[in-house]
């Protein structure tokens, strides 16, 4: 179980989190990330928000010795509109997946 909250509904997130029994948790505290013109220059096509977000977000990565994922949270929310049946196709990275519309409306049989 992840503790991250990635488009899950609250209170089934919840439950999973409070299921598992107990946690470990290491804080670090880096020192403040100040931004200069320098870094909003690496990438001029991007806000300033956009710069600074991924070079906090690297910097994090590289302490923590995670990997970068490549899913944003929209895209997490797509798939799972996807498999839960509330969406008949997805799009994905110029690929598309089409499934039987779980809303058709049933009959009632004599």
């Not at 919840?14 to 290491?26: E, F, K, P, S, T």
């Not at 403040?32 to 990565?61: G, I």
């Amino acid at each position: 179980m992840s503790p991250t909250w990635e488009g899950m509904p609250f209170l089934a997130h919840a439950a999973l989190m409070y299921c598992y029994g107990r946690y470990h948790v290491d804080v670090y505290v880096l020192p403040p990330f100040k931004p200069n013109e320098h870094l909003y220059q690496l990438d001029p096509k991007k806000e300033k928000w956009e710069v600074f977000a991924e070079a906090v977000r690297s910097v994090m990565c590289k302490f923590g010795g995670f990997e970068k994922a490549t899913q944003n949270n929209g895209d997490k929310i797509m798939y799972k509109d996807f498999m839960v049946g509330k969406k008949d196709s997805l799009t994905y990275q110029d690929k598309t997946w089409t499934a039987p519309s779980m809303h058709t409306k049933k009959t009632k049989c004599d």
